[in-house]
């Protein structure tokens, strides 16, 4: 069940989104737009996708969303979910879209969504088609692997010796119950031996 916010809470969700007004019992939000036949399909089908509906109504070419939810008696977190949801489809249907710092832009814009910075592409942390990995020293960024006393310090991808004095290998028996032998004839750790009894005979 959604939980009913205080009016502590709805205040602070109202600052957060825009054109919004009300309060614990109900925020709503009038917009006038162009095509109010396509926000109301994109707005019915976010409201179907949180399984939450506004009450919507229109006059001429301003539509009004209130939002609550009838079952907790006021504004949920569902409602401020959905009035978010609502405030980006007005902005799609406007053709416009909000940057990362809040600020709202032209879609077409090609500077759109870089703020006050700039548009930085970060390098893939991947290779991609007709790149390879670093191998050597030359090829990477972080310079030559020659330690302070002039040795050659290994790359990481050049494999060292990883059973050097690690011991014999130990496997678990692919036949459950058998016993490997053991020293003193112990039983091997994790082991249990087969009891024969008259029945197996």
């Not at 089908?45 to 079952?71: C, I, K, M, R």
């Not at 409602?79 to 600020?103: E, F, K, P, Y």
């Not at 910075?117 to 692997?145: F, I, L, M, N």
């Amino acid at each position: 069940m959604a939980t009913l916010l205080d009016d502590r809470l709805v205040a602070d969700a109202l600052d957060g989104l825009h054109e919004w007004t009300g309060g614990p019992d109900r925020i709503s939000r009038t917009v006038t737009v162009e095509d109010t036949d396509a926000l109301l399909a994109a707005v019915t089908e976010s409201a179907d996708t949180l399984d939450h509906h506004p009450e919507v109504s229109h006059d001429g070419g301003a539509v009004t969303f209130t939002l609550w939810t009838h079952s907790a008696g006021g504004v949920t977190e569902l409602d401020i979910a959905l009035a978010s949801r609502i405030d980006d489809l007005v902005l799609m249907t406007q053709h416009l879209v909000r940057d990362a710092t809040g600020n709202v832009h032209s879609a077409d814009d090609p500077k759109a969504g870089t703020g006050t910075g700039q548009t930085v592409t970060a390098a893939a942390a991947y290779p991609t088609e007709g790149e390879t990995t670093p191998t050597r020293p030359s090829e990477s960024a972080t310079g030559d692997a020659t330690s302070e006393d002039g040795m050659d310090a290994p790359l990481m991808n050049e494999p060292g010796t990883p059973r050097q004095d690690a011991g014999p290998v130990v496997v678990p028996d692919a036949e459950p119950g058998s016993v490997e032998p053991q020293p003193g004839n112990a039983a091997a750790p994790g082991m249990h031996e087969r009891v024969e009894n008259d029945d197996d005979r």
